[in-house]
């Protein structure tokens, strides 16, 4: 029985460049997923550090405006803060991980030397130096904890479009071409079939 749908082997032919296309796609895309996890996994080593560095930054600032404090009075720590002459910068840039534009974050100005901080050296003591110290520590923990989790939700939402991807074109995209290229195929060895068999009746009608 002759098909209604006659292909032709061009069309096999573009199919087939279409699957050696997909095929290739899939595992260059296969090949960056696994890398941005890799990197993925090394930044969230760094970032859980840095996480626990933060906590104990937090918790020894607390531990010395609070000794500041108590020694000091809290009104001569607040004053001693309103002192600082300048506010520490903050620029953005970005790095490029793996065709993802992630954020480096700069600062400049936040560790001071003490003769930068405004208040006079004379009039204060070691306590307030000291929670100066530990608040300039925790503003750079804060920082680069800010940095290394943005660069993970950036990495992390890039992984999950690339697993996507990879998906469609290993379970919809090669199988459709690769179920009509099948069908073609068959489609044109039916026709060959059937020209070879009119062929031979032809010849046969030919000979009588």
Do not use: C, W
């Not at 404090?69 to 600082?84: I, K, L, P, Q, Y």
């Amino acid at each position: 029985m002759a098909l209604d749908v006659k292909p032709t082997r061009s069309e096999l032919i573009q199919l087939k460049n279409r699957i050696k296309l997909s095929e290739r796609g899939h595992k260059l895309l296969k090949m960056k997923r696994d890398g941005l996890i890799l990197e993925f996994f090394k930044i969230l080593n760094e970032a859980r550090n840095v996480r626990t560095e933060l906590d104990a930054a937090y918790e020894r600032s607390r531990e010395k405006i609070n000794l500041a404090s108590a020694v000091n009075g809290v009104v001569e720590v607040r004053s001693t803060a309103f002192t600082a002459k300048e506010s520490p910068a903050i620029s953005l840039s970005g790095k490029n991980i793996m065709g993802v534009v992630v954020p480096k974050i700069s600062s400049t100005g936040v560790r001071k030397p003490m003769y930068e901080r405004g208040y006079g050296i004379i009039g204060t003591n070691s306590y307030i130096d000291e929670a100066a110290d530990s608040y300039e520590d925790l503003v750079e923990k804060i920082i680069t904890a800010a940095e290394l989790e943005t660069t993970m939700k950036r990495l992390l939402d890039e992984i999950e479009k690339t697993k996507r991807r990879v998906n469609a074109l290993e379970f919809k995209v090669i199988p459709e071409l690769t179920a009509a290229m099948k069908f073609i195929r068959f489609a044109l060895e039916e026709m060959e079939r059937e020209n070879t068999f009119r062929l031979k009746r032809v010849k046969a009608r030919m000979k009588t």
